[in-house]
């Protein structure tokens, strides 16, 4: 039995292909886990737990039937759906984590969070994080109607577009001494992520000793999960018509 990660799915009614290979890696791959971590973005965009897009219930009652099958799921926020809420939750049948958490796997004390947080060179992007995470800005964009919440957060997504496409590649990824100060603040050498879309292995020093910050990749073109068991930590990529049934 293993553990498995995923992350940055962006679902979306856009992109049925990405939508279909999840929903197979959920009624297969998925199934023979001891736990499956989806580590943020698992949606393009989220405005709310009341948004009756049909694709949302259909990857709720997908989620809910891996929990209901004896695997739990478990959820980190991640930039695009942080305001993903309890409600959602419930129907899916995932528990919500906090933004970073240290796990027990097989003997391996194994950070693991989205990863944006971690990439502080990107101040524009921390400022605009820091300002939407406030939870009165929060409650005060669920109270508007549906159709200005839809409005806004295309609005969001153009202007993100934009600014990231005048960045460097550089200013996007991780700060190395973040990644560092986070080891070493939750005493580990493991550290699973996604966010980045850069799928790797990489091998640093921490505490001390050697280390290893894992990252997901996207789901643009293949599926992707980082699988744990006894053995080994490996970064794992499938295309989406390939995942067992």
């Not at 980045?196 to 999960?225: D, I, Q």
Request: aromatic letters at 8%; one cysteine or more.
């Amino acid at each position: 039995m293993a553990t498995l990660f995923i992350a940055d799915l962006h679902l979306c009614t856009e992109e049925p292909a990405i939508t279909a290979g999840f929903l197979r890696f959920l009624a297969g791959t998925a199934r023979e886990a001891d736990a499956l971590y989806i580590l943020g973005d698992l949606f393009e965009a989220w405005i709310g737990d009341d948004d009756p897009n049909p694709l949302h219930r259909q990857v709720a009652v997908a989620l809910k039937s891996l929990s209901d099958s004896g695997v739990p799921c478990y959820f980190i926020h991640g930039n695009r759906d942080f305001l993903l809420g309890k409600r959602f939750a419930r129907e899916s049948g995932m528990i919500l984590l906090p933004e970073e958490l240290v796990l027990d796997l097989y003997g391996r004390r194994v950070l693991i969070m989205h990863g944006d947080t971690l990439c502080t060179d990107d101040a524009g992007y921390q400022a605009f994080r820091a300002k939407v995470h406030q939870p009165w800005l929060q409650r005060l964009f669920l109270a508007l109607p549906l159709f200005i919440r839809h409005k806004v957060a295309a609005k969001m997504r153009a202007d993100s577009k934009a600014a990231n496409s005048s960045k460097s590649l550089t200013i996007m990824d991780v700060n190395p001494q973040a990644v560092s100060q986070a080891l070493e603040r939750h005493s580990v050498q493991w550290l699973i992520h996604g966010h980045t879309h850069r799928p790797a292995v990489h091998e640093l020093a921490a505490n001390g000793e050697p280390a290893f910050r894992c990252v997901l990749g996207a789901w643009h073109s293949e599926g992707s999960m980082i699988y744990v068991d006894h053995d080994r930590v490996e970064l794992v990529s499938f295309p989406f018509n390939e995942v067992n049934n």
